[in-house]
């Protein structure tokens, strides 16, 4: 469940960040492979390789790391071996078990945005550094301060203090670049120094695993201490920051991951400005519609985003419902809960946005005053208990689920609090559509058809008004564990 959907790699691959490390008296990994060559390439890069490189940096980061303590043999007091084991365990002053400080280093990349000294990364190459030195084209070295960073984007902003005004490149349009267009990589890959790789834009808006995410997908060849790098397009302006990459080895295989510039350059406005991010919040929790669900719904595509709970905030006070599909937000139409949460997040806090609603066939619009999500993590209450469900036990069969009045016993069974209301599915049909669209005995149906339901009577009466709409499927609302979600089931009798 999302809060305001991600795509995860195979467990067979591994998404890695493009960063390469090393701990003095460790090892370092290397890992090789040649990103594809498409065909038709320019005739030459090197007069855009020329005119950028000067504001490309390589990024080294000092880090200090503890060495897990080696604990000493128990030996008699007096024994022969007694000092050698101190010795060796301990150091020459007996310092038995105490871990030992070493310093480690990782390589990284980055970009200049500015003359005056500010510097785009990846958050993971600088997190939790000591020392940050920045090395610049023509081999001088500077120490940068971190600005601001952001980790649901993985983004930091530095700044170093230079005595003339540094080369610098500007963010493009990522938005206006198409697949199949070329890009060129730079860098600082398995710490060799600056380097440029070339390739096509393979795929754009991909979702590895963030709720902000919106990366392009490149064959242009990343590697380890490519991380934090520019993604140009032809005109040289940045349109990614290269961050990741999907590899069944750890070396690039033509699958490389760049955070979009339209996401980048809102996140480095706000770090320059406050240090941190300021994003929007609406409060909502969401899941996407599919074809079933919006067939059950009556609507013509699977789009939006449908709201399964509304906890205490703005989404709340401007009258949005756990059952509502958001179809639109601040005028914008919604393709998907990818879509709203980079939507919600970009917008202003405190501002007035109008939210566009799917509501028992009817688009209703509502006015919501943004709140800040940086302050709503973690704060959201439940809403108020509703009038306590009669003690009676009403059960019944509908479309093939055995449910029945959630009473007080079961409540206390179940562990579920005072303002839950609904029906507790008791059976599950065998071979019943509900079965195979994975509903459980202990699920808690809170709503059909975006009604509320807390008899198998209301059930009954919401499955009958469906199929008096010609609707093949009904929509229910489920709560399992807490956590609520929709599921559409057929309603065709056998």
Known sequence: MQSEATTRPSTTQRVTCAVTGAVIGGAILLAQSAGAQPAGAPESFADLAESVSPAVVNITTTTTVEAPSRDMPRVPEGSPFEEFFRDFFGGPDGDNGRPESRRGE???SGFVISGDGYIVTNNHVIEQA???LIEFFEGEELPAE???????????LLKVEADVELPYVSFGDADASRVGDWVVAMGNPLGQGFSVSAGIISASGRVLQGGYDDFIQTDAAINRGNSGGPLFNMDGEVIGVNTAILSPTGGSVGIGFAMSSNVVSGVVDQLREFGETRRGWLGVQIQNVTEDMAEALGLDDAAGAMVTDVPEGPARSAGVRAGDVILSFDGEDIADTNTLVRRVGDAEVGREVEVEVYRDDER???????GRREHATGSAVEEPAE????????EDEVIGLNVATLSEEMREELGLPDDVQGLVVEDVAPGSDAEDKGVMPGDIITQASQHAVTTPADLAERVEAAREAGRDSILLL?????????VAVSINED
Request: proline content about 7%; aromatic content about 2%; overall charge negative.
């Open 387 to 394: 009038p306590e469900a009669p003690e009676s036990r009403e």
């Open 106 to 108: 990782a390589l990284g």
């Open 146 to 156: 971190v600005i601001g960073t952001d980790d649901q984007t993985d983004i930091a």
């Open 478 to 486: 489920i709560r399992r564990g807490g956590e609520p979600r929709f």
């Open 364 to 370: 209703v619009t509502l006015a919501v005053e943004l």
């Open 130 to 132: 000591d020392e940050i």
